[in-house]
T-cell receptor
Framework: QKEVEQDPGPLSVPEGAIVSLNCTYS??????FMWYRQYSRKGPELLMY????GNKEDGRFTAQVDKSSKYISLFIRDSQPSDSATYLC????????????FGEGTQLTVNP | EAQVTQNPRYLITVTGKKLTVTCSQN?????MSWYRQDPGLGLRQIYY???????DKGDVPEGYKVSRKEKRNFPLILESPSPNQTSLYFC????????????FGPGTRLTVL
């Protein structure tokens, strides 16, 4: 069983829709939760991170972590065609270093 | 420009022929990593390095070697490639914390026949 589960999609929504992306995990040692965005033929780039449980907002993006349920979410409001990409969740049990466990990624298409 | 470079970008080789994929970063980052990305499996960490001469295994280290003799370079070595190592490989670097942006290279698409 994978440590991090993420529905690969694909997910297709109309422009302006609210998008919800989710991951579940099994390792209770995970403390740091990140969302990466990967455009086609590019490397991933960090969108947001959250420490422990709670919400974090950055413009149209909101990240939520529920450690009791081992469930994290990324919401995209007023989605744009430029948001079309693969979104990967990533997690770590330590703050220092580069030890990350990624989800499979969800492919999102926002249609004009 | 801050960047991570990888070479080659594309490589087709045959089983058993040793190869090296180079990775270099110009940001003086302490940490560097190698990942492979496969459909249905996502991004998996192969090896990572915390500093010069300090490396550790990630989730899928079998069949790979790395070295970190200089801070800026972190080559990935496949001593005897096999078809199951056909994949898209990414090198990444980050300053310190896992919550810092990991700067990813452009990727190397490797095919082992």
């Amino acid at each position: 069983q994978k440590e991090v589960e993420q529905d690969p999609g694909p997910l297709s929504v109309p422009e302006g829709a609210i998008v919800s992306l989710n991951c579940t995990y099994s390792n209770s040692a995970f403390q740091y939760f990140m969302w990466y965005r990967q455009y086609s033929r590019k490397g991933p780039e960090l969108l947001m991170y959250t420490y422990s449980s709670g919400n974090k907002e950055d413009g149209r993006f909101t990240a939520q972590v529920d450690k009791s349920s081992k469930y994290i979410s990324l919401f995209i409001r007023d989605s744009q065609p430029s948001d079309s990409a693969t979104y990967l969740c990533a997690m770590s049990g330590e703050t220092s270093g580069s030890r990350l466990t990624f989800g499979e990624g969800t492919q999102l298409t926002v249609n004009p | 420009e801050a960047q991570v470079t990888q070479n080659p970008r594309y490589l087709i080789t045959v089983t058993g022929k040793k190869l090296t994929v180079t990775c270099s970063q110009n940001m003086n980052h302490e940490y560097m990593s190698w990942y492979r990305q496969d459909p249905g499996l996502g991004l998996r960490q192969i090896y990572y390095s915390m500093n010069v001469e300090v490396t550790d295994k990630g989730d899928v280290p079998e069949g790979y070697k790395v070295s970190r003799k200089e801070k800026r370079n972190f080559p990935l070595i496949l001593e005897s490639p096999s078809p199951n190592q056909t994949s898209l490989y990414f090198c990444a670097s980050n300053p310190d914390s896992v919550t810092d942006t990991q700067y990813f290279g452009p990727g190397t698409r490797l095919t082992v026949l």
